[in-house]
C-alpha cells in the first residue's frame, strides 16, 4: 500500500508530541472514561507503524466490491460518500487512516459511541489485511466527499481562524498543521481527512475525544486538544471542515 | 364472573363514589386511564404525554417490575438475565408524569366510564386504553392442562417464572436428549418467536449437548421469514441433513397435536410418539382475560377495533391496542403494540381536542436470532383501507446473500434495535 507517512514526517510527528509533553499521558486520559470498565487497549507508534507497514497495496476495484459486498454501503452510502448524519463518509480518505480505523475495530479499540462502535467491530473481524488495503484504496482515489448540504457557512467562517491558526494561550495547535491545508490529509497514520466530513459525525466525534471516550488517537493528541475545546468552537470547526468538500459538478 | 355480573358489582360501588368523581368532565382536565403496562401501555402513557401534555394519564398495572417476553429466550439459553429485560415504571412517573398504580382491574363500567380497582378507589375515565396482551387456550389436545404448563411442559411465552422453568428443563437434559416444542397456530403472540427459540436451543446444544435435537410439531405449513430461518438452519445445524439439530414437522406431515402424556413427557402427534427430554407447549392464544371480563372480545376471542383510532367496535370510548387487538395483516409483536399505541394516543389527543383523527401509518420491524451472530429480520409498513390495516410494497424480509456479513449485521442490529426498543417504551 501507498505509504504516505516517511521516516522524516514521523520523526517530526514524536517532535511534536515531545514539544506538547504528551507522551506517557495516553493511559491517564483512557482512565477518565468511567463508563467503561476496562482501560481501553491504545496503539504504541512503532506498533501501528508496524502493522501497516504489513499492509499490501491495495487493489480498489476489490475494494469496491467489497464496499457493497461486506454491506459498507448500508450505512457509508453508495460509494462511500455517507448519506447519513450520523455516519463519515469516507471518501477521499487517506489509505493508512482507512487501514488503522478497520484495525482499531478489529482489535477492539473502538468502544466510543457507546454499544454502535459494534457494528463497525464485528464487520471488521470478518476482513483480512488485504481486503482492508482494497477498501482503503477504494476511498482513497475518490474525490473529497461533496459539501454535506447542511453546512452552515457563517459558522464554517468562524472555524476557519482556528483551524489555521490554532489558540497558543490555550495550548491549542493549528488544526491544518497535522490535517492539512484543506483538511485533504495528515502527515501521520492516524490523522484523517477532513474535508467534506459530516459535520454531526465530526462533532460526535470530537466530543467522544473530550470525554475521554476516544483513545484511537496515538498519544492521546486529539483529546488533549478536544479537551480545551467549547461545544460553539466544536461546531464551528465542523462546519468549517465541511465546507471544503469537493463542489458537484466541479471537477477535482 | 361475567361482565354482566361485574357491571352489577360496579353499580353497587358506584353509589360510593365521591361526588367529585361524577362530576361532569367536559370542563376539567380530560382524564385518560390506560390498563396493562406491557410494551403496549407503557408506550401509550408515555407517548401520550408527549401528544397531549395537559391531560391527566394514569397506568394500571399489577407488578412493579416489568419482564418482557423480548429476548426471553435469550435467559433460557444463557446470553441474558432476567434483569437485563425487567423495567420499571421510574421514568414514567417522573419524565413523562404518569400516575401508575400497581393494582387490578376488576370491573368496567362504560355508562359511567368508570374502572374498578381490586384495592384502589375506582377510576374515572374521558378515554380508557385497554393493553391486555394474551392469554392461553387449553385446546383439544389430551393430558394438557394449566397444571401441565406449569410443571412439566412449561410454554414460556410470559416471561418471568415460565422462562426459568423451561431454563432449568433444558439444562437438566441427559447427553443426547429431545427437546419437543409445540408450536401454536396463528394468530398468535410473536410469530417468529418458536423458530427463533428452536434455534437458540439448537446453538445451546452444539455447545453444551451436542447430540441433542430439537423437534418442532407445527400444526402449520409455513411461517414467518421462513426462507432466511431455513437457511440459516442450513448453515448452521444441518437442517435437511441426516445429522440435523432441528427436525420441523410441519401440518402436511402430521405435525398437528393429538395428546400428551405429562408423566412420561409423551407427545401424540398426527405423525406418531414422540418420547421428549425436554417439552416447550405453546398453547394456542386469545386476547388476555382482562379484555374478555371488560366485554371487549368477539366470538373467535379478539377485539375488533375501528383500524385509525384503536376504540373498541364494541365498547365506546374504550381503546384497546397491542395483542389483543385485531390488526388484520399486522402480527401480534411488540413492535406492532409500541407503532398501535402512538396512533391510539394521537387520535386520543386530536378526540379530546375535538379535532378528527388522521390517517395512520404504522410500522413493524421483527428482528430475530438464528444464532448469537445471525439475524433474520422483516420490516413492513402499513395503512387503513376500508378498516383494514394493509400492509404496503415498502416491506421485506432478510435476503439470502452469500455475504458474511449481511446475517451478522442483522444479529448485532438486532440488540442495537433492542436496547432503543426497550428506551422507547419504558425511559
Redesign the interface.
Known sequence: MNKTFTSPSFAARLATLATWGLLGLSGAVAAQDAKSVTPMPEWEYTQLEQALAKASQGNPESGKHLHH???CS?CHGDDGNSPSRNWPSLTGQKPDYVVKTLLDYKQDMRRDHY??A??MT??SQ?LNENQMADLAAYYARQAAPSVPPQTNLKLARQGAKLAQSGDEKRGISACSSCHGEKGESGITPDTPALAGQTPEYFVQAMQMYKAGMRSSDVGGVMRMFAKNLTEKEIQALAHYYASLGSVPGKDN | MNRRELLKALGASALLLPASALAKTHNKTAHVVIVGGGIGGATAAKYLRLAAPHVQITLVEPVKRFITCLRSTDVIVGHMSLDDITFTYDALRAKYRVNVIHDRVVGLNPDKKTVQLLNGKPLTYDRLVVSPGVDFIQGDVEGYNREVSETVMPHGWKAGPQTLLLKKQLEAMPQGGTYVMVAPPLPYRCPPGPYERASLVAEWFQKHNPKAKVVILDPKDSFTKDVPFKKAWERLYGFNTANSMIEWIPAAQGGKMLRVDAASKTLVAEAGSFKADAVNYIPPQRAGTLAFRMGLTNREGWCPVDRRTFESSIIKDVHVIGDAAIADTMPKSGYSANSQAKVAVQAIADLLAGKTPGEPAMINVCYSLAGQDYGVSIADIFKVVDNRIVKLPASGVSPITDSPAQPLLEAVYQRNWHRTFANDCFA
Open positions: 459486498y461486506m454491506y448500508a454499544r454502535k459494534q457494528v464485528r464487520i470478518l
